[in-house]
């Protein structure tokens, strides 16, 4: 029989992250899902983007970390996510948003 000691269910945002953190510990961690590969729930249909910009401090940690475990993933894991660093756009449509964007 096996033994673990954590057993996560679901392998989307919250379990995946919950999963490697544990398993870096040291933590024998089983992760149960109904797809046969992480992320392939509602989570797929998220627009997949990272952003450093927040107005809150505890988001813009969170954010910060995401993208050090992203960027470095295929390094680390050898998996290639097809990681992608680009830009970020504020579309403006009115001259309100214009001043206050350069603001």
């Known amino acids: 029989m096996n033994r673990y000691d954590a057993i996560i269910i679901g392998s989307g945002s919250i379990g995946v992250p919950t999963a490697l953190a544990l398993g870096e510990a040291g933590v024998k961690t089983l992760v149960l ?58 579309p403006v449509y009115r001259k309100t948003e214009v001043q206050s964007c350069r603001e």
Do not use: C, V
């Open 33 to 90: 899902d109904r797809n046969p590969s992480p992320g392939q729930g509602e989570n797929k249909h998220a627009i997949g983007g990272i952003r450093a910009t927040h107005s809150s401090p505890g988001k813009i940690l969170t954010s910060l970390r995401s993208l050090e475990i992203f960027s470095t993933w295929k390094e680390r894991f050898g998996d290639d996510i097809e990681w992608l660093k680009g830009g970020y756009l504020f």
